[in-house]
């Protein structure tokens, strides 16, 4: 009796599933650490001249790198989801596997090469 094959075997997800509760740490980690510099930013000082333009521009700044972080995480989740329903591995947009050194490379990556060339490029 031989079971349909999966596109990948049970090693390879223990290997990424372990791989992207990694970034997954790392990037909470990195949050975290941008959640103090926000809290040191935000601290007024004695006698404070503050310079707003400087200060608005900062905020937005860390406001837009906890949106990237937002967004990986997701990607994150969704990969996780992904290889909790055997659907990990595969391109979402053509449907074809994505290269396993693409995937070390990217582990939460949800498009093959040539998709996400052309995704890049056209915007
Ligand atoms: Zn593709």
């Known amino acids: 009796m031989s079971r349909p094959r999966r596109a990948f075997d049970i090693r390879l997800r223990d290997e990424f599933r372990r791989r992207l509760l990694e970034s997954r740490e790392t990037l909470l980690r990195a949050v975290k650490a941008t959640d103090e510099e926000i809290a040191e930013l935000e601290t007024p000082g004695p006698g ?15 406001s837009r ?6 967004e990986q995480l997701d990607e994150i989740a969704a990969a996780l989801r992904r290889l909790g329903s055997g ?15 693409r995937l070390r490379a990217v582990p939460a990556t949800r498009l093959c090469l040539s998709c ?3 995704e890049e490029v056209t915007p």
């Open 65 to 70: 790198l906890a949106g990237q972080d937002k």
């Open 87 to 101: 659907a990990y591995g595969k391109c979402v947009s053509c449907r074809e596997p994505i290269a396993l050194a």
């Open 48 to 62: 404070d001249s503050v310079d707003r333009a400087a200060g608005s521009s900062v905020a937005a700044l860390v």
């Open 116 to 118: 996400q060339t052309a």
